[in-house]
């Protein structure tokens, strides 16, 4: 099972908002230069994050992005699955066809094994995900490009 890279730089993002200070939220370009990603990579991701209610925008001096309580909460298993959608391990359908696709039995087994991929992260929240050593070290990522 192979995640995409929206889904990649989604919990990256999360991950780097959960190590920020509740006081000094952060913007999307610096959270794409700790992550070292293209910045309009990164506004696509925010907005699908915001979009979900895991992040929010604080307006206002000082404003920024914060993870919501949601999102310090999410089970990873939920964002993953969010964030990857409804495609499956393998392209049955698309422009080509493939002649089995409406009675496949490695199909199934295939969906099947892709629910117990998520089901493995489901027990996973972001706070989790942060914790030593990955903490410390998304912390030391700030500002590592300014631009
Ligand atoms: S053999 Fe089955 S799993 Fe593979 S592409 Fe065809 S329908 Fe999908």
Known sequence: ????????????AVM?????????????????????????????????????????????????LGLTRLGRQASVGWLVRELEGEGEVVE???????????ACRLRAALREAQEAFYSSLDPLTVSDLVASPTGPVLVGLVGRRPG
């Open 1 to 12: 099972m192979r995640l995409t890279k929206f889904t990649d730089l989604g919990l990256r």
């Open 16 to 64: 780097r908002l959960a190590v920020a200070e509740e006081n000094a939220p952060l913007a999307t370009r610096e959270v794409a230069e700790a992550m070292d990603v293209a910045y309009s990579h990164m506004t696509k991701v925010i907005s699908r994050l915001q979009h979900l209610g895991v992040i929010e925008a604080r307006r206002g001096r000082g404003g920024g």
């Open 92 to 102: 049955c359908e698309g422009g080509q066809p493939c002649p089995l696709r409406g």
